[in-house]
Structure formats: structure tokens, C-alpha cells
């Protein structure tokens, strides 16, 4: 897989909505404050909105405010992935390989912060607006990495794999998409993942 062909699969989950992120702030400004939702700098929109590709990945601090405690190794790349719609800021990374998507050995995985206001109870996450990333079908309730959690297959513009989703606080949804060879290591992703 190329370069370019990285920088689409990053810029495919943003690039609708991140020239809107850089008009104006989110609702959910990061502060000073603990309860505020992790929102992306006007940097690092532009890093999305860009479709800049990082050689090497970004480590355990590749989404300001959100601590990634484990993360599998062998990832060649990886991109910001931030935009805004509908009321909900996103703002994730996208570690991936040199694999092409099509081979099942492929290694990617996103994780994702979503600041959305009406996120108060797992349910809503069944009504979650956006683009990609939804659990409106086929999303069953579990336990995974000590956290309630939505689950489902990955498919479509995810990809193969697996989709796991939770309420980290009232307002704040954490949202991580696993290929298929990252699914045995997903409780350990899950339980590593971290606010201030």
C-alpha cells in the first residue's frame, strides 16, 4: 500500500468535516477542567483536514487528553483523524501498516474520542451522529477490558475486525476499531484507555 493510498484511508474517516472544526471551537472546549471531552488544537485539525501521515506512529500520546495505555506493535504509520457534524466533535488516531487493506494479516487501529452532549446511557450510543463508526445495527452489549461496552463486526469503511464503544462520562464516548489480527489483544487496548 502507498503513500497515498494511507492518506485516503485516514482522510476517508475526516474530510468532510474538518474545514468545519476550524471555524470556530467545539462545545466542549478542552480546559482546565477534568470533565471536559478532549477536543482537538487547530493544529491538529489541520493535521486531519491535511490528511498528514506520521512515520513513524504516535505513541501512547497520539490523542491529547486520552492516554493509550497498550498499544500492539508493528505499525509503520498513522494520522489524526478530527472533524465535527451533526453536534458531535471526533478526534482519534489511525495507526496502520504496510499491508494492503485487502490482506487479512492487515494491522490498523483507531481509536477515537467523541464529544457529544446527548451521550448519557450505552443506548445512545444505538443513535450516535456520525458518518463512520455507527452501532444503529447489529451492536450487542458486553463486557471487554472491565468497561459496558457496544460491540459489533467491523465492516464497510471500518474494515474487518472488531468495533467496541462506551460512555467514558456523561458526554464523552470512546470508540476503538480493531483489524482482525488486533482482536485478541482488544480487552488489553480497552482497559489501557485513559482520561485525565
Not at 23 to 29: I, N, R, V, Y
Not at 169 to 176: F, H, K, L, P, S
Request: aromatic share 6%.
Amino acid at each position: 500500500m502507498n503513500t497515498i493510498t494511507k492518506a485516503l484511508t485516514i482522510a476517508a474517516l475526516s474530510a468532510t468535516s474538518a474545514a468545519t472544526l476550524l471555524t470556530g471551537p467545539s462545545a466542549h472546549a478542552a480546559t482546565g477542567n477534568t470533565t471536559a471531552c478532549p477536543t482537538p488544537s487547530k493544529a491538529e485539525i489541520k493535521r486531519s483536514h491535511d490528511s498528514r501521515i506520521d512515520k513513524p506512529a504516535r505513541g501512547a500520546g497520539a490523542i491529547k487528553g486520552v492516554r493509550i495505555g497498550y498499544i500492539p506493535k508493528g505499525f509503520t504509520y498513522g494520522g489524526v483523524v478530527a472533524g465535527r457534524h451533526n453536534g458531535v466533535t471526533e478526534y482519534g488516531y489511525q495507526w496502520g501498516d504496510n499491508r494492503a487493506n485487502a490482506d487479512p494479516k492487515q494491522r490498523s487501529l483507531w481509536v477515537r474520542v467523541l464529544c457529544w452532549p446527548d451521550a448519557r446511557r450505552l443506548t445512545d450510543l444505538k443513535r450516535l451522529p456520525v458518518t463512520y463508526g455507527t452501532f444503529a445495527e447489529d451492536a450487542k452489549t458486553t463486557t471487554i477490558g472491565g468497561r459496558r461496552a457496544l460491540t459489533k463486526q467491523g465492516d464497510g469503511a471500518l474494515g474487518d475486525g472488531r468495533y467496541v464503544g462506551w460512555i467514558e462520562r456523561e458526554g464523552t464516548v470512546i470508540t476503538v476499531m480493531a483489524s482482525t489480527p488486533l482482536v485478541p489483544d482488544l480487552k488489553k487496548i480497552v482497559a489501557g484507555v485513559r482520561l485525565p
